[in-house]
C-alpha cells in the first residue's frame, strides 16, 4: 500500500500522494492541497481563494491566475489535480471567461505533469456529500467531518476547492 501512496521524486525522495483541487474561475479561483497518507487518511495541506481585481484586462487576471496555480504546485508538489467541469446555465459572456481561465489551469497542471481529472459539480457532491444534488451547506458539513480544517474564515470557492481535492483523491486509482 505505501508505494501506492507514494511517488518518487526527482531527488530520490519519497514524498506522500498529493492532491491539487481546483474551483476555476476568474473572479475567485478556490485551490486545495490534500494528502493522503499510507492508511488512505487524508490532511488538508494548504487552502486559499485567489482573488482577481475587475479593473485588470482580463489577460492580465488569466495570467495571475495561472501564476497562483505554478507557484502552488511548485510549492506543494500535487501529484494529480481534480478540477471542477464548467457548469453554467446563464450568461454566456462569463461562461466564455471562465473557460479561458480553465484553459490556463489545465495548461498548469498539463505542464507540471500531474494526472488530471475532471468533475462536474453532481460528481463532487455525490463524492462528498453522498448526494448529487446536495447543497453547499450539505457539501460544507461534509467536507469538516472528512478531513480537519483550521476554523477560519473561507470562501465558498475555498470550500469548492477542498471538495473537488478530496474527490480527486476519492477516485484515484494506480
Known sequence: MKEILKKLTNDGQVSPLRFLGIDPGYQRMGLAVI??????KESLVYSDCIQTSNTLPHTERLRLLGEAVRKTIAD??????GIEKLYFNGNQKTAMFVAEARGVMLLC?????L???????PEIKLAVAGYGRADKKQV????????????????????DAIATALTASACYRK
Open 35 to 40: 494528502e493522503k497518507n499510507e492508511k488512505g
Open 76 to 81: 506543494y508538489r500535487p501529484t494529480h489535480m
Open 109 to 113: 497542471g498539463a505542464e507540471a505533469g
Open 115 to 121: 494526472v488530471i481529472t475532471e468533475f462536474t459539480p
Open 140 to 159: 460544507f458539513d461534509m467536507i469538516s467531518k472528512l478531513i480537519t480544517i483550521p476554523k477560519t474564515k473561507r470562501l465558498d470557492d475555498e470550500y
